[in-house]
T-cell receptor, first 113, second 112 residues
Framework: DSGVTQTPKHLITATGQRVTLRCSPR?????VYWYQQSLDQGLQFLIQ???????AKGNILERFSAQQFPDLHSELNLSSLELGDSALYFC????????????FGPGTRLTVL | DQQVKQNSPSLSVQEGRISILNCDYT??????FLWYKKYPAEGPTFLIS?????DKNEDGRFTVFLNKSAKHLSLHIVPSQPGDSAVYFC???????????FGQGTRLTINP
């Protein structure tokens, strides 16, 4: 158990809908990272937050957004969903704002029908 | 542009033998490298890392070797055990960067 929690574990929705994925980092960690893993692909970095502020952006679509709240949990919002958004979404946390060793949550499997 | 490549999608090894997983990178700014192990329906689990100032790091049955001139790293598992069957990802980062860049993963199967 990495100490990073993600909810929900599974999510099934329809095209055009909007969903919110939630992540709670390890106790004391200030940085949260979001990654997307599509079928048989590596993990693609989406976005990073550090202590409530956006720190870095990767290949995140404009339809996607994220935020980190004062209690340090983070939410990833995916809107106008398309079939191709079906993937595993992982969050990871570290104590610092730099990369260091990231500890991953169990992921949310999103299926868009 | 795939900056981190794992060219072997799968690898099958006999229990008790050595497993060698390989990873190549193209970005010379990368200075920190990690290996993660992933079981189905779970998140990646950190395994071992190496800084570019070293060429070897060992932790129990796991050893990572870094060849900076060849931009190549490898993970050795000795002896391989059935519980090692998983997908292994290598990842890299550059100092000051905010993200890890992952390879595509190699599925390791340990046969009894």
């Amino acid at each position: 158990d990495s100490g990073v929690t993600q909810t929900p574990k599974h999510l099934i929705t329809a095209t055009g809908q909007r969903v919110t994925l939630r992540c709670s980092p390890r106790s004391g960690d200030l940085s949260v990272y979001w990654y997307q893993q599509s079928l048989d692909q590596g993990l693609q970095f989406l976005i990073q937050y550090y202590n409530g502020e956006e720190r870095a952006k990767g290949n995140i679509l404009e339809r996607f957004s994220a935020q980190q709240f004062p209690d340090l949990h983070s939410e990833l919002n995916l809107s106008s969903l398309e079939l191709g958004d079906s993937a595993l979404y992982f969050c990871a946390s570290t104590s610092s704002g730099n990369t260091d060793t990231q500890y991953f949550g169990p992921g949310t499997r999103l299926t868009v029908l | 542009d795939q900056q981190v490549k794992q060219n072997s999608p799968s690898l099958s090894v006999q229990e008790g033998r050595i497993s060698i997983l390989n990873c190549d990178y193209t970005n010379s700014m990368f200075d920190y490298f990690l290996w993660y192990k992933k079981y189905p329906a779970e998140g990646p689990t950190f395994l071992i890392s190496i800084s570019s100032i070293k060429d070897k790091n060992e932790d129990g049955r796991f050893t990572v070797f870094l060849n900076k001139s060849a931009k190549h790293l490898s993970l050795h598992i000795v002896p391989s055990q059935p519980g090692d069957s998983a997908v292994y990802f290598c990842a890299a980062s550059a100092r000051g960067a905010q993200k890890l860049v992952f390879g595509q993963g190699t599925r390791l199967t340990i046969n009894p």
